[in-house]
């Protein structure tokens, strides 16, 4: 038989969004280079960063995941009705937005001084860094109209098949950005910081503008149109309230883990935080690539009543993020140290936060398969219109994330004084009655959101086993099973390499290619489908470049 892609639309989109992402992430760590060349890290940064915070905040709140998720299928289901119906309902949509997004705002702007407050209460009442940050905050704020607008446009093109508007518009925005930071490095620091803020704004408009081929090529107008509450997008509203309330839940995981790792010894908060900048790299640029390609094609199947499609796209999205994430994971928990030492280890970044840091990377990793197969999921139901359940999903990887936490990060430490040290360990004394504890530190709070993970994407399982769409489960399950075989296979040479004592630098570049070699040839003797399918299509793609 031959091999083909899995829904080709959705590898081909796939691809083309991990290699925007991944070129919008190198741009980014430019764009913070920049802004660290600048400024250093103290008074300036300190009021950015926080000031830059909030509108990112409300964007997450907001624009990409619950805006998305209550768009696109609604866009699908008014597109199978014509393209007139679809222009009607991206036109009120935007028009819903820009209002929307614009009054949010100008009361931003207006209560700058009490977000300030609420958000870095560390900086005072009116002291010089608190007016900086609430000055740089009502520049900055309008920024959430226009990534507003590229994430409901990067769902209206995916669904068109036309991908990779989202991350092209963050690459437009870290062009500025690196731009505007070296045009401030020739003024005085104050004006410098306020002209970054305004480089902020001038990025939104870069990414809305970088968009103009995409819509021509879909043959979308971008004109917002005065009737903005329409069956469409009553049905946009309705559906975007739990998916706001599940971008909470996972705001809120964040504050809670920020919250324990302060109980724990000094620089844990640093070695969690560098070591998820790290692990998230391949949920970035693989998984989220994947996820928002996956929504627009589970959503037109939904729309077209179609569970065969429905399920077999469901499925092939579920054996790819195995045959990918699973080596990924184990290649990263091998590689830990030296990446965590070849990218942060200097100055005061010393070998002992090289291997704190470390060894969070390694715990993390036990758990990115499990977060990329629930994201996965999760749409599945977003797909069909249902975005409460994802977010009871996400309460129930908050409670069981935090018990796990609470279960294996230890005691805190003997000098942390306050009501939050001593309901925690109040708690921790009456969950070990029941449960096994252990003393992880930092490394158990990075466990435990993996872990919760887990659960997560059992009961999402189950929960699709229960909606009766016919998902045959098992080319996933001898997906996992294959890689699973292959990461070991990959990780015994590894080990064998280990032993001749290379250096961190030669480690990874003999390691990283012997790696790959060693799963790819692993999985060729296992007759992997997924490996068979991309050399089919790296086939086509050269026969259709002659």
């Not at 005065?226 to 839940?249: C, D, F, H």
């Not at 109980?263 to 998230?280: C, E, K, M, T």
């Amino acid at each position: 038989m031959k091999p083909k892609l899995p829904s080709i639309s959705i590898a081909r989109g796939t691809s083309v969004v991990a290699g925007l992402t991944l070129l919008s992430r190198l741009l980014g760590l430019v764009r913070d280079l920049a802004v660290a060349r600048l400024f250093g890290a103290g008074f300036f940064t300190d009021a950015f960063f926080v000031a830059f915070r909030i509108p990112n905040l409300l964007r997450s709140l907001v624009a990409e995941g619950a805006l998305t998720s209550a768009f696109v299928p609604v866009f699908a289901e008014e597109l199978r009705q014509g393209r007139e119906a679809a222009q009607r309902t991206f036109s009120s949509a935007t028009g819903l937005l820009l209002f929307s997004t614009t009054v949010l705002s100008i009361i931003g702007i207006i209560f700058a001084p009490e977000i300030v407050a609420l958000t870095a209460p560390g900086f005072g009442l009116g002291t010089s860094k608190a007016l900086l940050c609430i000055t740089l905050t009502r520049i900055m704020l309008p920024y959430i109209v226009f990534v507003s607008l590229v994430a409901m446009l990067n769902g209206a093109l995916n669904t068109l098949g036309i991908f990779g508007a989202a991350p092209l518009a963050q690459i437009a925005m870290n062009v500025v950005l690196i731009l505007g930071a070296l045009a401030a490095g020739l003024m005085e620091d104050y004006t410098a910081v306020i002209f970054l803020a305004i480089s902020v704004i001038l990025g939104g408009v870069a990414e809305i503008v970088v968009q103009f081929p995409g819509l021509k090529k879909a043959e979308l107008r971008l004109r917002p149109s005065k009737a903005m509450l329409t069956p469409a997008t009553r049905q946009i509203m309705k559906l975007m309230l739990p998916a706001v309330l599940g971008a909470a839940i996972y705001q809120l995981a964040i504050f809670i883990n920020t919250l324990l790792a302060s109980l724990l010894q000094n620089g844990s908060i640093s070695w969690l935080f560098y070591a998820d900048r790290i692990a998230q790299l391949p949920i970035g640029v693989f998984t989220v690539a994947l996820a928002s390609v996956l929504l627009p094609a589970l959503s037109s199947a939904a729309a077209a009543a179609d569970h065969r499609a429905f399920a077999l796209k469901l499925t092939d999205a579920l054996r790819y993020t195995s045959f990918f994430i699973i080596p990924v994971s184990a290649g990263l928990f091998f590689f830990a140290e030296p990446v965590v030492a070849l990218v942060f280890e200097r100055g005061a970044f010393n070998r002992a936060a090289t291997s704190a840091t470390a060894v969070a990377v390694q715990a993390m990793c036990i758990g990115l398969w499990s977060v990329s197969c629930t994201s996965m999921a999760m749409r599945a139901f977003i797909a069909r219109k249902d975005t409460l359940t994802p977010a009871l999903i996400g309460a129930l990887a908050l409670f069981t994330g935090t018990l796990l936490s609470l279960l294996l990060m230890g005691p805190p430490q003997s000098g942390t004084q306050g009501v939050l040290s001593r309901m925690v360990t109040w708690t921790q004394s009456l969950l070990a009655d029941y449960f096994f504890t252990a003393r992880l530190g930092h490394v158990g709070l990075a466990l435990s959101s993996g872990l919760a993970q887990i659960v997560s994407l059992l009961t999402l399982i189950i929960l699709l086993e229960r909606r009766k769409l016919g998902i045959d489960w098992r080319p996933f399950v001898r997906s996992t099973y294959r890689a699973l075989f292959g990461s070991a296979v990959m990780l015994a040479g590894l080990m064998y390499m280990d032993s001749f004592s290379f250096s961190h630098v030669s480690s990874l570049l003999i390691g990283l290619p012997l790696a790959g070699l060693l799963y790819t040839l692993t999985s060729a003797m296992l007759r992997s489908p997924e490996l068979r399918e991309i050399y089919a299509s790296f086939v086509r793609w050269r026969v259709k470049r002659k």
